[in-house]
């Protein structure tokens, strides 16, 4: 694959970051834009809800509104995720279908094969695990989501760094009696970071570096750098409006 541009480190505000990822999407599908790879962390920390997923049944409101938390639906499907401003970094990948195996589980794959050199390269041992995430020692590290309109590819996904575990359950709708110390060890039986597993905390650039060498890695790609386009910019503007609104928060 040729052609592929990485973006540099951005904080957003989670309605943008959403309709940065549908900007690039649709206008890659129009020709418009090269195929992406961009990291970014999220300001302020947010739940971010699956394209079919309910509000009410996933995310406890309260502890939201108590820890000033934001919440935002994906165009994507899959799980409500927990994004850690401090403790995670979410990666997109945007490029056309047939740059990718038509089969969804081969093209996880191939996308999150990208991960594994990244890993790899930070000093760690990481295997795919189907459908969508990738295991360091059998635990869950990088969880992804997919979605596919107008001939092009959407992937983004966490990468987790140092998250804070119990405020993630808090905040997903578990049930209190769940949130004890038991329950939090068990969790961590089945998810880590790269804190752990590296007993120190990388730098998010750090961790953006090794992420992009391993894509060029796994997808044979060549990088270069660069911002947002104009039309980019413009249409992700306009479509913040959609992901701030109430209507489509509430659309399941």
């Known amino acids: 694959m040729e052609g592929w541009r990485v973006i540099p480190l951005r904080i957003d505000d989670p309605f943008y970051s959403m309709a940065i ?49 934001a919440i935002v639906r994906r165009l994507s499907g899959g799980g ?3 994004h850690d401003h401090d403790g995670e970094l979410t990666y997109s990948v945007v490029c056309r279908q047939e740059d990718l195996p038509r089969d969804i589980m081969e093209s996880f794959r191939v996308i999150c094969g990208g991960l594994i050199k990244g ?39 966490t990468i987790l760094v140092d998250p804070d575990i119990r405020l993630m359950f808090e905040l997903l709708k578990v049930s ?41 890695d796994s997808l044979g790609a060549s990088f270069e750098e660069g911002d947002l386009m104009p039309e980019e910019i413009n249409l992700a503007e306009e479509l913040k409006a959609k992901y701030a609104s109430k209507e489509w928060l509430m659309k399941r």
């Open 21 to 69: 990822d549908e900007a690039i999407l649709k206008l890659n599908s129009e020709g418009r834009s090269l195929n992406t790879l961009r990291f970014w962390r999220w300001q302020p920390s947010t739940v971010s809800l699956g394209y079919f997923q309910s509000l009410e049944r996933e995310v406890d409101m309260q502890s939201a509104a108590k820890y000033g938390i």
């Open 80 to 82: 409500a995720v927990f």
């Open 119 to 157: 890993f790899d390269r930070l000093g760690l041992e990481a295997r795919f695990a189907p459908l969508n995430d990738v295991e360091v020692g059998g635990k869950k590290i990088s969880g992804s989501a997919q979605t596919r309109k107008w001939g092009s590819v959407l992937q983004h996904g």
């Open 176 to 216: 209190p009696e769940k949130i004890s110390d038991k329950f939090i060890a068990s969790v961590y039986e089945r998810v880590t970071s790269l804190a752990r597993e590296l007993k120190k905390r990388p730098s998010f650039e750090e961790v953006r570096d090794a992420m992009c060498a391993g894509f060029a």
